[in-house]
Nanobody
Framework: QVQLVESGGGLVQAGDSLRLSCSAS????????VAWFRQAPGKEREFVIV???????????QAADSVRDRFTISRDAAKTMSFLQMNSLKPEDTAVYYC??????????????????WGQGTQVTVSS
């Protein structure tokens, strides 16, 4: 059973940057995509960004339109940590951010239902 723990959330001002971390125990991100989702009050949990590695070793990243060019995802060499670098933050980025892993081949990696493992979430609040 893989356990995920997020950290790094906080209160920042619009235009600031923040880096979230996701630590995995009981497993690694070797054979799974790793993604970040977020959930604002009263809204559904939404896809933010995903990283996966294809069979040829190439790393792929895809982000939601709302965060493209501002957010990026990375993974450490040991594949036990994922990082979400968030730049040029906006008030509408305020949400609880969740790390997700445990994908299956053919699953929808842009949907919350495509992941088996979730962290507890970390709050990000962006003031205007």
């Amino acid at each position: 059973q893989v356990q995920l723990v997020e950290s790094g959330g906080g209160l920042v001002q619009a235009g600031d940057s923040l880096r979230l971390s996701c630590s995995a125990s009981g497993g690694t991100f070797t054979d799974t995509a790793v993604a970040w989702f977020r959930q604002a009050p009263g809204k559904e949990r939404e896809f933010v960004i995903v990283l996966w590695q294809s069979g040829d070793g190439q790393v792929h990243i895809q982000a939601a339109d709302s965060v493209r060019d501002r957010f990026t995802i990375s993974r450490d060499a040991a594949k036990t940590m994922s990082f979400l670098q968030m730049n040029s933050l906006k008030p509408e980025d305020t949400a609880v951010y969740y790390c997700a892993a445990g994908t299956t081949p053919g699953g929808n990696w842009f949907s919350r239902y495509g992941y088996s493992y979730w962290g507890q979430g970390t709050q990000v609040t962006v003031s205007s």
